[in-house]
């Protein structure tokens, strides 16, 4: 399996701007497999900088390292991990926007493998069907655990709730902080980067202001 044939539909194209690089062979090993073998290599990176991997506080972290590499951090990588998008009629005839707002991400910048922290707020207009609103939470963790720049993943969200929603009425703004700026580099701890994917009817720039209007209302409980 590559992993075009994971991504399914519209994910099968070379010069999809959608697509995480990935490598044919790219799942020939299994997970236990390439926990041993980011294990191994873990080791020899601490090895080489000095540190002491008899140290009791170091000693496990080669593995520690390796298992959230490919359980945790990365696993948006793991076909299974793939969310299942299922979808409902709209038996509530609800025609407006539907935005599900803050949902965190936690993800990996692909350049430095350094944290990407923030806020990412979606949005659809139903044409039929509506999709759990948990679902919408777990594509955004989906794609949001792999190596990834922010645009990329932003398209990947809105993309995913197109195919499975049969609309082009998607939205997703993302608002994160990259720690690749923040703490190494320039060193800039206020700067954030702001990424917006408008599909079908959220192109119209009336939609996007009552979408953004929506992610500024404080939520009160």
């Known amino acids: 399996m590559n992993y075009d044939e994971i991504d399914e539909i519209g994910d099968n194209h070379i010069g999809d701007v959608t697509r995480t690089p990935m490598r044919e062979d790219a799942f020939e090993l299994s997970v236990d497999e390439k926990i041993a073998k980011i294990q191994h290599n873990v080791k020899e990176i601490m090895e080489t900088l000095g540190l002491d991997l008899e140290d009791d506080s170091l000693k496990g972290t080669p593995k ?8 945790e951090l990365f696993g948006g990588l793991l076909p ?22 803050n949902i965190v991400v936690y993800s990996t910048c692909e350049h ?11 949005a659809y207009i139903s044409k039929g069907t509506v999709v759990g609103l948990s679902k919408m939470n777990r594509i955004v963790d989906y794609y949001a655990k792999r190596p990834q720049v922010q645009e990329r993943l932003t398209r990947q969200i809105v993309k995913a709730l197109q195919e499975a929603l049969g609309t082009d009425d998607v939205a997703c703004i993302i608002d994160a902080k990259h720690l690749c700026v923040n703490s190494r580099g320039v060193k800039d701890i206020e700067s954030s980067t702001v990424t917006a994917e408008f599909g079908g009817a959220f192109k119209d720039i009336n939609r996007q202001k009552e979408f953004r209007d929506y992610v500024k209302l404080e939520t009160k409980f």
């Open 80 to 101: 299974e991990t793939k969310p299942n998008l299922s979808t409902f009629q709209n038996n509530y005839q609800y025609g407006e926007m539907l935005v599900e707002k």
């Open 64 to 71: 520690r390292v390796a298992k959230a590499y490919v359980k």
């Open 112 to 122: 430095h493998f350094l944290p990407i922290v923030g806020r990412a707020h979606v």
